[in-house]
C-alpha cells in the first residue's frame, strides 16, 4: 500500500504499522471517531493506506451542544469520505451514578463494551484508536506519579487485546501539521484544554515545564519506553519461568498454588498476583505472611481469594456463597451451572455393588432419615468417616485430607434430617450409614459435571 498523499507523515505510519505488524490487507477494522484532531488523522490515515475500515462515534451527553456538534462533524466526515459510520449515544452520567464511577471510567467502559459488540457485528478484525506518542509520553508520568514497576514506565502499547493504535510513533504537532497539510479541520473538545483531571494537567502544565528543560523531551521518553520494553520482556519472561517453577500441579484446574519457598522476592509475587486483581498494596502484604509463613492468612481481590496454607500458596476463584439445598424427595438436583446431585433410591439384591469413587456415595437407607439437605460445613460439624468407629470434626477430617482452607470453607455435605452428616460430598460417606450384608434398600447419591 501506498499513501496517495505522498505524505511523510503518512508513511512514517505505514512503517510503524509494517514494524510492529498492526494491521493486515483484506481485515476489516473499526476506527474510533472522536472529531478531534488526533482521531481525525487517523481515519484520514488508515483512508489514504487504503484499508478496510468503518468509523463509530460515541455520543457520551456531557457537553450539551458541544457533544452533538462533534456528532454532526463526524458524519459529514464520513459521509464525505465514503466510510460507513455507526454512532451510539450514553447517558454517562447516570450509567457512572449507578456502578459508582468517575465520569472518565464511566465513558471509558461505555466506549469499548459499545466497541467490541460492534466490532463482532460487523466482523471487524480490531478497534483503532487514536493514541499517540505524547499520550504514551503522558501515561508514563502518570504511572511514575502514582508509583508503578517496569511495565508501567513501557507507556502504551501498539496493540492489546483487540486495540490497534498506529500513531504511537507520531506526536500531537506532527498530527497537527499533517493536518493541515491536507486541509484537514476538526473540532476541539473543549474539557480538554481545563487542568482539572490529572492527565490534563501533565499536559498542560507538566509536560511544558518539562519542555524548557528539554524541548526533545517527548522523543526521549518514548525512546526510554522502547528500551523498558525490551527490558520489561525479558523481566517477564524470567518471571515466568519462575513462577512456572513455583507452582504446584493441582488435580483441580480451579485451584493454584506455590510453594512459599520459592517465592524469593515481592517481584514474583507481584507478577503472579498483579493479573489477578491483587494491588501492590495487597502483594506486600502477602509477601509478608509469606515470608513469615502466616499460615491461614487470607487475602481477597475482586476475583479471586488467597491463602496461606502450610506450606502453599493457594489462590482460587471467588464463588458465591452456597445456599443449603433441601433434598425431600429422591431426583436429580442442579447445583450450579456445571454440577448436579443425582440421588436415588435402589434396591440392593444379588445385581447390586456399591460404587467406592470420591463422586458416589452408597448408604443405607434406613439408616438414613428424610428429608436431606446439601450444605456447606459449619462449625463443630462432625461425622464417623466410613472404616472409623468413632466421629471426628469435619475440618479435622479435611485437614488429614491435606484440604487447604479455600476448599474446606466451600466443602458440602449431605446431612439428614436428623441432623446427621451423611456424606462429605467428594471424599467420604458416614460410617454409621454404611452398606452391610443386611441391607434391603440404599441410597445412592451420585455428584455428576453436567
Known amino acids: 500500500m501506498s499513501s496517495d498523499m505522498g505524505s511523510p507523515f503518512v508513511d512514517t505510519v505505514s512503517r510503524f504499522i509494517g514494524q510492529h505488524q498492526l494491521l493486515h490487507p483484506g481485515k476489516k477494522y473499526l476506527v474510533a471517531l472522536s472529531g478531534g484532531a488526533d482521531s481525525v488523522a487517523l481515519l484520514r490515515v488508515m483512508r489514504l493506506l487504503g484499508y478496510d475500515i468503518e468509523a463509530a462515534h460515541c455520543n457520551f451527553r456531557l457537553r450539551g451542544e458541544e457533544s452533538d456538534r462533534d456528532e454532526a462533524f463526524c458524519a459529514d466526515l464520513c459521509h464525505e469520505l465514503s466510510v460507513p459510520m455507526h454512532i451510539a449515544h450514553f447517558d454517562t452520567s447516570a450509567y457512572a451514578e449507578a456502578h459508582h464511577l468517575s465520569i472518565e471510567m464511566a465513558a471509558r467502559n461505555l466506549r469499548y463494551g459499545y466497541f467490541r459488540q460492534l466490532m463482532n457485528d460487523i466482523g471487524a478484525e480490531a478497534v483503532v484508536v487514536?493514541?499517540?506518542?505524547?499520550?504514551?509520553?503522558?501515561?508514563?508520568?502518570?504511572?511514575?506519579?502514582?508509583?508503578?514497576?517496569?511495565?508501567?514506565?513501557?507507556?502504551?502499547?501498539?496493540?492489546?487485546?483487540?486495540?490497534?493504535?498506529?500513531?504511537?510513533?507520531?506526536?500531537?504537532?506532527q498530527i497537527l501539521g499533517f493536518l493541515s497539510h491536507i486541509h484537514q479541520d476538526y473540532v476541539t473538545d473543549s474539557t480538554n484544554l481545563v487542568d482539572d483531571v490529572v492527565r490534563n494537567k501533565i499536559r498542560l502544565n507538566i509536560l511544558p515545564l518539562m519542555r524548557e528543560i528539554n524541548p526533545s523531551v517527548t522523543e526521549a521518553m518514548a525512546a526510554t519506553a522502547e528500551k523498558l520494553s525490551m527490558v520489561s520482556a525479558v523481566y517477564d519472561s524470567a518471571m515466568e519461568e519462575l513462577s512456572g517453577q513455583a507452582r504446584v500441579p493441582l488435580a483441580d484446574g480451579k485451584v493454584i498454588a506455590y510453594e512459599l519457598g520459592k517465592i524469593t522476592s515481592e517481584g514474583l509475587l507481584f507478577h503472579i498476583l498483579q493479573p489477578l486483581g491483587f494491588s501492590p498494596k495487597n502483594v506486600e502484604e502477602v509477601f509478608d505472611a509469606v515470608q513469615n509463613r502466616h499460615t491461614g492468612a487470607y487475602f481477597r481481590s475482586s476475583s479471586h481469594e488467597m491463602v496461606v496454607d502450610r506450606e502453599l500458596l493457594v489462590i482460587m476463584p471467588v464463588v458465591k456463597p452456597f445456599t443449603a439445598m433441601n433434598i425431600p424427595v429422591t431426583g436429580r438436583y442442579v447445583v450450579s451451572e456445571d454440577c448436579l446431585l443425582n440421588v436415588k433410591e435402589v434396591k440392593v439384591d444379588g445385581d447390586f455393588s456399591i460404587v467406592r469413587t470420591p463422586e458416589c456415595a452408597c448408604l443405607d437407607?434406613?439408616?438414613?432419615?428424610?428429608?436431606?439437605?446439601?450444605?456447606?460445613?459449619?462449625?463443630?460439624?462432625?461425622?464417623?468417616?466410613?472404616?472409623?468407629?468413632?466421629?471426628?470434626?469435619?475440618?479435622?477430617?479435611?485437614?488429614?485430607?491435606?484440604?487447604?482452607?479455600?476448599?474446606?470453607?466451600?466443602?458440602?455435605?449431605?446431612?439428614?434430617?436428623?441432623?446427621?452428616?451423611?456424606?462429605?460430598?467428594?471424599?467420604?460417606?458416614?460410617?454409621?450409614?454404611?452398606?452391610?450384608?443386611?441391607?434391603?434398600?440404599?441410597?445412592?447419591?451420585?455428584?455428576?459435571?453436567?
Open 130 to 173: 487514536a493514541h499517540h506518542k505524547d499520550d504514551s509520553v503522558e501515561t508514563m508520568l502518570i504511572n511514575l506519579i502514582r508509583g508503578t514497576g517496569i511495565k508501567g514506565l513501557t507507556g502504551i502499547s501498539p496493540k492489546r487485546d483487540g486495540v490497534v493504535r498506529p500513531l504511537l510513533c507520531v506526536d500531537r504537532e
Open 365 to 450: 437407607a434406613e439408616k438414613v432419615a428424610w428429608p436431606l439437605v446439601l450444605r456447606t460445613i459449619e462449625d463443630g460439624d462432625r461425622f464417623s468417616p466410613l472404616g472409623m468407629r468413632g466421629s471426628k470434626l469435619v475440618s479435622d477430617f479435611l485437614t488429614d485430607q491435606k484440604v487447604n482452607l479455600l476448599e474446606k470453607r466451600r466443602q458440602l455435605v449431605v446431612a439428614d434430617a436428623e441432623g446427621r452428616i451423611v456424606w462429605v460430598v467428594g471424599r467420604r460417606p458416614a460410617h454409621h450409614c454404611r452398606i452391610t450384608e443386611v441391607t434391603k434398600k440404599a441410597i445412592v447419591l451420585k455428584w455428576e459435571t453436567i
